[in-house]
């Protein structure tokens, strides 16, 4: 008898509304690695040599940026395992700091970091597939803005029709674009080793550096590294998260910057730093000059690295609207999920809009320093919040503890960049500012308590359950986390 009950309420478990664990520790390493990954590391090294002034330095930048990135997801590991929710930033800045930080946070996602991030690598996707094409004659811009909104498409229908599906195209994808590094590795490489060392003689001639790039350096490689905290917007669908995400956090940032030094490496060895600074794309440079015989295949191999970061970040993202959702910070809706897909269909849907009309208008390029200078400010508050919730709650149990010094320079690090945008760019940061301030009267007159008329309640709520129908969503029925 008691053998049928647990069955049954297996069975109910299994029928019932919610998200599910479904994610590995192997799909959990691609995921963060096929976030990681995109289309930097192939098109735009030359950010860190112009400010860097000298190869071995550059190297020595990618290295620390790594580390520097290694610390700060080893911090959202401690994080990502104390408050087991999903939601990444969102949720660590509401459980340390308050609900006005974390709403702001979900504010800028949406209004303007999201967006601008996935129109960015939508459009870099475009480029690379269409451009092979029309070589060496300029692609038709509205051609690559197609192929960009076809490619969001995808990745948009993918993430709506399966959490399995959406998983398993990021851990091909992720397979492809580390085929990728090793096709440009293992070339650079073997020239190395056949003694080619000329562009590294004299590696750290400083000759060229002056002290206030060196910081714009550092900025262009932690640029590269972005996307580690995306694992924590997924929290509560990783098995045995307190195992799981610090293992894939370790594993994956180790590899990705042993990864990154060696591309490098290989860059250095085929191209003379005047060269890779000459280059708009140096993957495709190199490969023309490492691999005439493949060199056709890089823009293919790029383009679908670039896929690979836009499904991780639609993966992701909406997850934090989900969840912010679900704390009454968002319209409701947006807490539901598609009642046999399983998918938080809302959430997602509500990004491709807005990063069509991005990619349409092609006003993205001031909005990547929106979102950058965003992005890191409300990173510098998540860590500062950890270490102000470890003073305040010394005795909470921790599955995952992050050393202190670790913490402390992260977060410092993270400070220094975002004072360094407000000298280096004060008008876009002014602006940046501005944009993620206006979310303080909508929280005030919407969350903190509603003040707007009874008249426009209904209609929104109307609207919302009529929405709901369409889309077939509920709210979730099993507690996740």
């Known amino acids: 008898m008691k053998g049928e009950e647990d069955e049954m309420k297996e069975k109910e478990g299994q029928e019932a509304v919610h998200l599910r664990r479904t994610i590995g520790l192997l799909p959990a390493v691609c995921f963060i690695i096929g976030t990681v990954v995109g289309s930097g590391i192939f098109i735009a090294p030359k950010g860190v040599l112009i400010n860097s002034g000298s190869v071995g330095l550059s190297l020595l930048v990618w290295a620390l940026s790594g580390v520097l990135s290694l610390f700060g997801a080893l911090c ?23 609900p006005l930080p974390a709403f702001l946070r979900l504010w800028a996602e949406f209004l303007f970091i999201r967006p601008a991030v996935a129109s960015y690598v939508s459009l870099a996707f475009g480029r690379y597939v269409v451009e092979p094409f029309f070589a060496p004659c300029a692609a038709p811009t509205m051609l690559i803005k197609l192929v960009s909104i076809l490619g969001v498409t995808f990745v948009v229908a993918v993430n709506c029709w399966s959490v399995t599906m959406a998983s398993r195209t990021q851990v091909t994808l992720t397979f492809i674009k580390m085929f990728a590094l090793v096709l440009i590795i293992v070339p650079g490489v073997v020239a190395l080793a056949k003694g080619k060392t000329e562009n590294f003689q004299n590696g750290f001639e400083l000759d060229s550096l002056t002290l206030d790039r060196l910081p714009l350096a550092f900025y262009n490689g932690l ?21 799981n995400v610090p293992l894939a956090i370790i594993c994956s940032m180790v590899m990705v910057t042993v ?22 794309a140096v993957a495709v440079t190199f490969a023309n000059r490492a691999l005439q015989g493949v060199a056709s295949v890089i823009p293919i191999l790029v383009a679908l690295s670039c896929l690979g970061a836009l499904n991780g970040g639609f993966f992701g993202s909406p997850r934090m609207l989900f969840v912010g959702a679900r704390e009454g910070h968002w319209p409701a809706l947006f807490s539901m999920i598609h009642i046999r897909r399983q998918t938080p269909l809302p959430a997602v849907l509500l990004l491709y809009p807005l990063v069509v009309l991005m990619i349409a208008t092609g006003e993205i390029f001031q909005l990547i320093n929106f979102a950058s200078f965003a992005r890191w400010f409300f990173i510098a508050l998540a860590t500062l919040g950890m270490l102000i919730h470890r003073y305040r709650f010394p005795l909470l149990t921790r599955p995952f503890k992050v050393p202190l010094a670790i913490g402390v320079i992260f977060t410092v690090v993270c400070f220094f960049i975002v004072g360094l945008s407000l000298y280096s760019d004060p008008w876009n940061t002014g602006r940046s500012c501005a944009l993620t301030l206006t979310g303080v009267p909508v929280y005030y007159l919407t969350i903190h308590r509603f003040r707007l008329p009874p008249r426009l309640k209904y209609i929104f709520d109307h609207c919302s359950k009529q929405l709901q129908i369409l889309l077939e969503v509920a709210r979730q029925e099993v507690q996740t986390y």
């Open 223 to 243: 640029y590269a590294y972005g996307g580690w905290f995306y694992l924590n917007f997924v929290t509560e669908e990783v098995i045995n998260p307190n195992r």
């Open 76 to 98: 959202y590991a401690e994080l990502g395992t104390t408050f087991t929710k999903s939601g990444g930033h969102y949720t660590y800045l509401l459980e340390t700091l308050g």
């Open 259 to 280: 990864f990154y030094v060696l591309v490098n490496v290989a860059y250095y060895t085929m191209m003379t730093p005047a060269e890779l600074l000459v280059s708009d």
